[in-house]
């Protein structure tokens, strides 16, 4: 691990970063979201589904 070539790396990366427009901040809020949204009611799915299986009503 050759510190001195991450480091360099990493301000390279950090001096092309730009800061999101508002658009694309509410686009990307929105799609993160809907994914967590997504994954809660798929788990939630699984938890009914497990609970009618056991008998856990």
Same mark, same amino acid.
């Given at each position: 691990?050759?510190?001195?070539?991450?480091?360099?790396?990493?301000?390279?990366?950090? #001096?092309? !970063?730009?800061?999101?427009?508002?658009?694309?901040?509410?686009?990307?809020? #929105?799609? !993160?979201? !809907?994914?967590?949204?997504?994954?809660?009611?798929?788990?939630?799915?699984?938890?009914?589904?497990? !609970?009618?299986?056991?008998?856990?009503?």
């Amino acid at each position: 691990m050759d510190v001195p070539y991450d480091l360099t790396s990493y301000v390279r990366v950090l #001096k092309m !970063a730009t800061t999101p427009s508002q658009e694309e901040f509410l686009q990307v809020s #929105k799609i !993160a979201g !809907a994914g967590i949204l997504l994954v809660g009611f798929i788990g939630f799915l699984i938890g009914v589904t497990m !609970a009618l299986l056991t008998g856990g009503f």
